[in-house]
């Protein structure tokens, strides 16, 4: 192993790491919390959770092997199952963000009769499609025996020279896999997103204008609480921007050197590094690690969720503290009250019920 290879499988190593602990804590969060679970987008959410476990456990682990032993790890079977597995929790997890950009949209755009237009039933129907999408084109490449051991990307996924017989065939294939799950994706990811911004900077200016309008009234209104509702109006701004970067560019950021690797290379006359490979399937895989901070443990519901199990876990809660306070308060009163019967209770002193 030279130096890009131990740096390679330090990297793996701690996408795996962090890939396990962030998702299992989703799905933990999910099952305790029965507000996640009447929640539409929750379902996306656990299918999103499961593809990328399912990879953490599967196909980033063989890949860390194959950089180790810079061989292929286990039998031709074994690694086209692991292929097989590969282009379909792949492709799985596009089209789960794809529909959650979709779920987003109707929420924003379309607010009152947001649980007319996306119910449970319809959730359902839209990750069937994302399964037999997905399964369709794994299971051609399986049959077709398009999968095996990739040195270029040290893992067991689609592979050139077990399709160089098919010729046109495979290059079809692929050319139709990455423009039917990343290009599509990408597409619905940048049109709903930006209707979202777009009816978000809407509202942020009524909101504005109403808020410029009050402050004109409030001649009498101190001029530092005044830049304070400006400054609040241009973070509120922000944030939205924030979001929608943070949606698109994770996705864009981590998939797209894959996919123009894997491109370019039914094309170009010339080997490409396997660092180079190496680095954007790292990327890809980083995108199991990165999802469950994007759409789940960064929104309020699965903070509050996460602090519940903690306080759980540790054996205290809310309830505990607050009741201490009120021990130690009524302590000290009755301390009090034995000294200093006949002084009245000062502002400085606890005050007995």
């Not at 009816?199 to 009234?217: E, P």
């Not at 996705?251 to 180079?276: A, D, G, K, Q």
């Not at 209770?345 to 606890?350: D, E, I, Q, R, S």
Request: glycine letters at 4%; charged letters at 15%.
């Amino acid at each position: 192993m030279d130096a890009a290879d131990i740096v390679a499988s330090v990297l793996v190593l701690g996408i795996i790491i962090v890939s396990l602990l962030s998702n299992v804590v989703v799905l933990i969060c999910f099952l305790y919390d029965p507000e996640i679970r009447k929640q539409v987008p929750g379902l996306f959410i656990l299918n999103l959770t499961f593809c990328n476990l399912l990879l953490s456990v599967s196909n980033m682990p063989l890949t860390l092997i194959g950089l180790i032993t810079t061989g292929q790890p286990g039998g031709s079977d074994f690694c086209q199952i692991v292929g097989f597995l590969d282009t379909f929790l792949t492709t799985n997890s596009m089209l789960s963000m794809a529909a959650l950009s979709i779920d987003r949209w109707v929420a924003v755009v379309f607010p009152l009769s947001y649980h007319s237009r996306i119910r449970h039933r319809d959730a359902v129907l839209a990750l069937a499609y994302t399964w037999i999408h997905s399964l369709c084109f794994s299971t051609v490449a399986t049959c077709r025996s398009w999968v095996g051991y990739h040195h270029l990307y040290a893992s067991c996924t689609l592979c050139n020279v077990r399709a160089r017989a098919a010729g046109t065939e495979f290059i079809i294939f692929t050319v139709a896999l990455h423009s039917l799950t990343f290009l599509l994706t990408l597409i619905v990811l940048c049109v709903t997103y930006l209707k979202v911004l777009k009816v978000a900077r809407f509202h942020c200016k009524r909101i504005d204008v109403i808020t410029m309008q009050t402050l004109l009234l409030l001649v009498d209104i101190h001029p530092s609480v005044r830049q304070k509702c400006l400054d609040e109006q241009r973070q509120r701004r922000q944030r939205a921007i924030k979001k929608i970067s943070t949606f698109i560019g994770t996705f864009v950021v981590c998939f797209t050197p894959y996919v123009i690797t894997r491109i370019v290379e039914l094309f170009s006359p010339w080997p490409i590094s396997p660092h180079w490979g190496v680095l954007s399937k790292c990327l890809a895989y980083s995108k199991a690690a990165s999802d469950p901070f994007v759409y789940s443990l960064l929104r309020h519901q699965y903070r509050k969720t996460c602090n519940l199990l903690a306080n759980k876990v540790l054996k205290r809660s809310p309830l505990n503290s607050s009741s201490l306070r009120m021990e130690n308060t009524a302590t000290r009163c009755q301390n009090n009250s034995n000294t200093t019967n006949n002084i009245q209770p000062t502002a400085n002193k606890p005050v007995c019920p």
